[in-house]
């Protein structure tokens, strides 16, 4: 095993690794790794040949090597290259990395397999989260494989297929009259009252991990160089942090070549958007965002625990903060899928509106690789579909001219 300490990532105070952690004066931890004995142990070929799931990146995930993982073999989603997206927005080249093919269908399934993992081998057995969406299903999944329990607390509007998956999978699901951070005082008042895990978003270390694997395989994939641009959905901004972390280890290993990295954009809805405000004020942590609404509710995060660390790797990376249009999500919805094939969620909508702020602003040249990430699946979200009111054919009485000039 390769992890050497904890670190805050407020002010740096180390701490053990192989015990339980959670946070330092309530903010999150980074997991810090040899990445000097990893450079002697691994070689970035030796990649090629291992099971094409986020496994594959052992030296660089916390749970050590004679630990079995919690797995639904999750990870190494496509890459794929949008050529008709790309000519709508006048970009030489789009992919989208569709998170969407994950198990319970969002990227979420990263974080919890490697928290899941690690809370077994700590002896964990009762595990609890707030959820706005697709954490609690993916919670509630990883806990079922692994044999443990888990208590999801969720807002009482929380999209259904969240709650039934999460109810098929045995969960103890209970709604909530409020917003996520309501949610989330309930799990940490039921930390001292009856002692489970507290799971939450960046509350203890190892979900960031898991979800560093989402760079971990972009650069893989892109054959060890990085794309110019991501646009990534953010919510409690696991995932663009994660990937940051990512991208920085593959430097010191020297993986990649040069120093340049990915400027990492942070798309949020106009209807909670704390963070771009932030970014837009110049601060180190973000206000709470009043009175939040969005249909995408991933994005559904009026103040997030690592704020400073999402913004400090924006600013890091020479990124951005945009707000999409709350109003743009099922039109995206409706054009990406019809344009590519790909079922986008809406908060992968809002990054596609944040896309033609980018251009119209004048914050891409149409040269550069742009990586938008599919964090979820469209299915999850029946409530953003519209109402089905099609014809209903009447078998032998068919007029088949009539079927061609029917509008798509
Ligand atoms: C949770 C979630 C997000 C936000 O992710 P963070 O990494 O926590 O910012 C985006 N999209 C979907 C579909 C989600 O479930």
């Given at each position: 095993m390769f992890v050497t300490h904890l670190q805050s990532a407020l002010d740096g105070t180390r701490f053990e690794a192989g015990r339980v952690h959670t946070t330092h004066q309530g903010r999150p931890l980074w997991v810090r790794y040899d990445l000097a004995a990893i450079r002697r142990s691994l070689?970035?070929?030796?990649?090629?040949?291992?099971?094409?799931?986020?496994?594959?990146?052992r030296e660089l995930l916390?749970?050590?090597?004679d630990a079995e993982p919690v797995t639904l073999g999750e990870g190494m989603t496509p890459l794929l290259a949008c050529d008709r997206l790309a000519a709508r927005f006048g970009l030489k080249r789009l992919w989208i990395k569709d998170e969407s093919q994950m198990p319970t269908g969002s990227f979420k399934a990263r974080g919890m397999a490697m928290a899941v993992s690690m809370a077994r081998h700590f002896g964990l057995r009762r595990l609890a989260v707030p959820s706005a969406g697709n954490a609690g299903g993916a919670l509630a999944a990883y806990a079922a494989r692994a044999g443990l329990e888990a208590f999801l607390f969720m807002p009482a509007d929380t999209p259904r297929i969240n709650i039934q998956e999460a109810l098929l999978a045995g969960a103890r699901v209970f709604l909530v009259d409020g917003v996520i951070t309501d949610c989330g005082r309930i799990v940490r008042e039921g930390v001292d009252q009856v002692g489970w895990f507290d799971l939450s978003t960046l509350r203890e270390p190892y979900r960031l991990e898991g979800k560093k694997t989402m760079g971990l395989e972009l650069a893989e994939q892109f054959a060890w160089s990085l794309p110019d641009v991501i646009l990534y959905p953010t919510g409690g901004g696991t995932g663009l942090v994660g990937m940051v972390k990512a991208f920085e280890e593959l430097r010191e290993l020297g993986w990649?070549?040069?120093d340049k990295l990915p400027r990492m954009v942070v798309c949020q809805s106009d209807g909670c958007c704390p963070l771009v405000l932030a970014f837009q004020r110049g601060e180190r942590f973000a206000e709470p965002f009043p009175n939040p609404k969005t249909e995408a509710s991933g994005l559904?995060?009026?103040?997030?625990?690592?704020d400073f660390m999402i913004l400090d790797a924006v600013r890091r990376t020479n990124g951005l903060a945009v707000a999409g249009r709350e109003d743009t999500i099922r039109r995206w919805m409706r054009e990406v899928a019809a344009a590519e094939g790909i079922l986008i969620c809406p908060e992968t909508a809002i990054c596609f509106d944040a896309l033609v702020q980018l251009r119209e602003a004048g914050h891409?040249?149409?040269?550069e690789t742009v990586v938008v990430f599919n964090?979820?699946?469209?299915?999850?979200?029946?409530?953003?579909l519209p109402e089905v009111s099609l014809p209903v054919l009447r078998p032998g009485a068919v007029d088949y001219e009539a079927l061609l000039k029917v509008a798509a």
């Amino acid at each position: 095993m390769f992890v050497t300490h904890l670190q805050s990532a407020l002010d740096g105070t180390r701490f053990e690794a192989g015990r339980v952690h959670t946070t330092h004066q309530g903010r999150p931890l980074w997991v810090r790794y040899d990445l000097a004995a990893i450079r002697r142990s691994l070689r970035r070929e030796d990649l090629a040949g291992r099971p094409p799931t986020l496994w594959r990146y052992r030296e660089l995930l916390p749970l050590p090597v004679d630990a079995e993982p919690v797995t639904l073999g999750e990870g190494m989603t496509p890459l794929l290259a949008c050529d008709r997206l790309a000519a709508r927005f006048g970009l030489k080249r789009l992919w989208i990395k569709d998170e969407s093919q994950m198990p319970t269908g969002s990227f979420k399934a990263r974080g919890m397999a490697m928290a899941v993992s690690m809370a077994r081998h700590f002896g964990l057995r009762r595990l609890a989260v707030p959820s706005a969406g697709n954490a609690g299903g993916a919670l509630a999944a990883y806990a079922a494989r692994a044999g443990l329990e888990a208590f999801l607390f969720m807002p009482a509007d929380t999209p259904r297929i969240n709650i039934q998956e999460a109810l098929l999978a045995g969960a103890r699901v209970f709604l909530v009259d409020g917003v996520i951070t309501d949610c989330g005082r309930i799990v940490r008042e039921g930390v001292d009252q009856v002692g489970w895990f507290d799971l939450s978003t960046l509350r203890e270390p190892y979900r960031l991990e898991g979800k560093k694997t989402m760079g971990l395989e972009l650069a893989e994939q892109f054959a060890w160089s990085l794309p110019d641009v991501i646009l990534y959905p953010t919510g409690g901004g696991t995932g663009l942090v994660g990937m940051v972390k990512a991208f920085e280890e593959l430097r010191e290993l020297g993986w990649l070549p040069g120093d340049k990295l990915p400027r990492m954009v942070v798309c949020q809805s106009d209807g909670c958007c704390p963070l771009v405000l932030a970014f837009q004020r110049g601060e180190r942590f973000a206000e709470p965002f009043p009175n939040p609404k969005t249909e995408a509710s991933g994005l559904r995060v009026p103040s997030a625990v690592g704020d400073f660390m999402i913004l400090d790797a924006v600013r890091r990376t020479n990124g951005l903060a945009v707000a999409g249009r709350e109003d743009t999500i099922r039109r995206w919805m409706r054009e990406v899928a019809a344009a590519e094939g790909i079922l986008i969620c809406p908060e992968t909508a809002i990054c596609f509106d944040a896309l033609v702020q980018l251009r119209e602003a004048g914050h891409l040249t149409g040269h550069e690789t742009v990586v938008v990430f599919n964090t979820g699946a469209a299915q999850k979200y029946v409530e953003l579909l519209p109402e089905v009111s099609l014809p209903v054919l009447r078998p032998g009485a068919v007029d088949y001219e009539a079927l061609l000039k029917v509008a798509a």
